[in-house]
């Protein structure tokens, strides 16, 4: 009998999951959960063939070429803009993601963060545990409607649109958009959902949520300038990538009103925050938890496995990146 590949599960991932991938390969798991740096990293996957990565693991050039052995980088995110796919397929490896099995749930806190945001939902419940409640009054906490109102959309694709018929169809609100192209009619009509360019869409948005890949084009999209275009009425929502916002510029935007109110579930540079942001009461913060429903973040792991199973035995991994 051959010997099994060897795969290096970079984070510590649900044991059904190792125990699946276990009958397939002789692995090793990062128990201690410690995120390790590109040299770390390279240094642990010397002799091994695959890794199981996430969000945290660069796989780079200099990682391919210093890790000749390697042939399958598979990640349980649908982000992979920590994998250099191009790299990866001239080294002859493939590259997975884990599209789709996250699409409703990472739309679920979009909204969530939205109308947290919107209807000042944490300064509320810090206001009351911090005590200061001691009369219902008529301005106490108001906040923006977020029902019949125009929702704007930056980036259209699976989870763009799952958020777009939350606000269409279960809040009665105007769908407008903003991608690289128009979408089909058939995608558009049922959710009555409009392709502007991006100053209409900043200009239009009552409730703007970011849901774009992270890419060089991307970065900083919204900075000062964007904000200033944006209603001093609306929210600004993010839960797609750090960096494609300038988190200072926004804490700065937010301190003066320039908007009403923001909800960030992904930071530059995370898991730090900027510490601006973290004064200013009328954001929303969470820690990356877009995915994180436990049913989500298995169908996750098991698609990484799908993809690292069936490279090595011979199957078609479903959904690779290479081209
Ligand atoms: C992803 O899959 O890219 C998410 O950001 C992780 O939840």
């Not at 109308?115 to 200061?132: D, I, Q």
């Not at 409009?194 to 900083?220: K, M, T």
Request: proline share 6%; with cysteine.
């Amino acid at each position: 009998m051959s010997a099994k590949p060897r795969l290096l599960v970079a984070r510590n991932v649900f044991t059904p999951v190792i125990d699946r991938l276990r009958e397939h390969f002789d692995l090793e798991v990062n128990t201690d959960d410690a995120v390790w740096s590109r040299d770390a990293l390279i240094a642990r996957l010397q002799g091994f063939d695959a890794v199981f990565v996430t969000t945290s693991e660069p796989i780079d050039r200099t990682l391919l070429a210093a890790c000749p052995q390697l042939k399958a980088v598979c990640s349980m995110a649908v982000g992979y803009n920590n994998i250099d796919v191009p790299a990866c397929t001239e080294h002859g490896v493939l590259a997975s993601n884990a599209p789709d099995v996250l699409t409703e749930t990472t739309a679920d806190l979009g909204f969530a963060l939205m109308m947290a945001a919107a209807r000042r939902l944490a300064e509320s419940e810090h206001y009351l545990r911090a005590g200061k409640w001691q009369k219902w009054s008529v301005d106490m906490m108001c906040g923006q409607d977020v029902h019949g109102r125009t929702l704007g959309i930056l980036g259209m694709g699976r989870i763009g649109q799952a958020i777009a018929r939350r606000g269409a169809l279960g809040f009665g609100m105007k769908v407008i958009y903003h991608n690289r192209s128009k979408l089909a009619p058939e995608i558009e009509q049922p959710l009555g959902a409009r392709w502007v360019d991006f100053d209409g869409l900043l200009q239009g948005s009552d409730h703007l949520i970011i849901v774009l890949p992270y890419s060089p084009a991307s970065h900083h999209l919204i900075g000062a300038a964007q904000l200033a275009k944006m209603k001093p009425t609306a929210t600004l929502t993010n839960v797609a990538r750090g960096g494609i916002v300038d988190d200072a510029a926004l804490a700065q935007a937010l301190s003066q009103n320039v908007i009403a109110a923001a909800g960030l579930d992904v930071f530059e540079g995370e898991p730090a925050v900027h510490p601006d942001l973290l004064t200013v009461p009328n954001v929303v913060l969470t820690p990356h938890i877009g995915s994180a429903s436990i049913p989500t973040r298995m169908a996750m792991a098991n698609l990484a496995a799908d993809n690292l199973i069936a490279r090595f035995t011979g199957g078609r991994p479903p959904t690779a990146l290479n081209p």
